[in-house]
């Protein structure tokens, strides 16, 4: 007690959403580990571009499942209590990845159902998180939390694949696959001491059939212009997660870069990713502020990256091609969750995020798997370019929504005033 009675806080008071960002930090760098570090597994044993479609592809069916699971979850329960067993079952999946590489009989069922439980985990993870920032920020301040969000993700991306190509090329997979255990341990201890979250809104039991109707409705009668913005990003989200998860094994496979220079280039497009997220979070000439015109500019960047990837056969081309498309891609994606989280309810908000994966992760499986045979049929050239024209594409589609937004007439009230 201080003078006259006073209580005397003898710590300081964590913020939520910082404390969020530092276990999330973790939980990103032990990501970007797995990232560089799975690819260069499954060449280790053995196996080629066929086993790793297989795998992004079960990956994708994972999403597909935990969207609605995540939907259901974080409406009806704790989300801290859903994000803490979400937290435990990753780290059970990497555990189990860890296991496969001493039996090399079942190496691909175990993975590939290892990988199952990773992504499912994540994806309600993800449902849980996508409106989180509305309930630990004021409207207000919500472009400058995701752009917060941008250089936590930015550094994240910095560090890990510099620490991936450290550990893998001076010791083991297995001591970079133990790092990405300790990052979800990390994160899981972080959501249990400094984040308490209030539960979910309680709603009315749907069927199966209500829910996917409801899904299905929010593709086409959202409010203004949400419908159509969530056709384009789950479009876009397609290809760019095709991209994504190729990366690695263009670069080693099809380029023939070693393993230090992999992680060099991503290092470096990490280095200017974490320069955008500056520029967003000092938000000068209300950069960090969305429109749709700012979207499409992200896409058309992101699109003219992804078409010249299966062609930058050096080093420092594939630099610039992969910056462009990632670079274009955050800027789009900071924009549309911005976007989003400004027009729409908590409720709404996890009702919008599930409707717009729902759909994109039934198709993103099948595409992994034709893409990944048109690659070894082809080469990479094929499937890459077909995902440049789909955010070029939804790049166009989001500029003249905007031109026609632009131009709609003012609705009026009754007295006949705007």
Request: charged residues 10%; contains cysteine; positive net charge.
């Amino acid at each position: 007690m201080g003078r006259r009675g006073i209580p005397v806080r003898l710590r300081p008071r964590v913020d939520a959403f910082h404390a969020f960002l530092a276990g999330r930090f973790f939980s990103r760098v032990g990501d970007k580990i797995f990232l560089v570090a799975l690819p260069l597994l499954i060449q280790g044993m053995g196996y080629g571009a066929a086993l790793l479609s297989f795998a992004n592809a079960v990956q994708y069916v994972a999403n597909w499942v935990g969207g609605p699971l995540g939907g259901y979850l974080t409406e009806r329960h704790s989300r801290q209590a859903v994000m803490l067993a979400v937290h435990a079952a990753q780290a059970a999946a990497i555990l189990g990845v860890i296991a496969s590489l001493s039996i090399r009989s079942l190496f691909p069922f175990i993975l590939v159902f290892s990988i199952f439980l990773l992504h499912l985990a994540s994806m309600v993870n993800r449902v849980n998180r996508f409106s989180l920032t509305t309930l630990l920020r004021d409207r207000d301040q919500i472009p400058q939390a995701n752009a917060e969000i941008q250089l936590m993700e930015s550094a994240a991306r910095l560090v890990g694949p510099w620490v991936a190509g450290i550990v893998i090329a001076h010791l083991r997979l297995r001591a970079a696959l133990g790092l990405d255990l300790l990052s979800f341990l990390i994160m899981a201890m972080v959501v249990w001491v400094a984040l308490p979250l209030p539960a979910g809104e309680r709603q009315g039991a749907h069927s199966s059939a209500a829910r996917g109707r409801d899904l299905w409705r929010w593709r086409f009668e959202g409010p203004d212009g949400v419908g159509r913005v969530l056709l384009v990003n789950g479009l876009v989200n397609v290809a760019f997660t095709f991209v994504s998860g190729f990366n690695v094994f263009l670069m080693s496979s099809a380029h023939h870069l070693s393993v230090m220079v992999i992680s060099w280039i991503l290092t470096a497009t990490a280095g200017a990713s974490l320069l955008l997220g500056i520029i967003l979070r000092a938000n000068l000439a209300h950069v960090a502020e969305p429109s749709l015109a700012k979207m499409g500019l992200g896409l058309a960047l992101s699109g003219v990256g992804m078409a010249g990837v299966p062609f930058a056969h050096h080093a420092e081309l594939y630099l610039v091609a992969y910056a462009a498309c990632i670079l274009g891609m955050e800027w789009y994606q900071a924009q549309v969750q911005t976007w989003l989280q400004m027009r729409l309810a908590g409720s709404e908000l996890n009702r919008a995020f599930v409707a717009t994966s729902h759909v994109q992760n039934a198709v993103t499986p099948l595409w992994m798997v034709l893409g990944g045979f048109l690659w070894r049929a082809l080469g990479p050239w094929l499937p890459i370019s077909v995902c440049a024209a789909c955010a070029l594409g939804g790049g166009l589609a989001v500029w003249f929504l905007g031109r026609v937004s632009e131009t709609r007439p003012a609705i009026q009230d009754d007295s006949g005033t705007a």
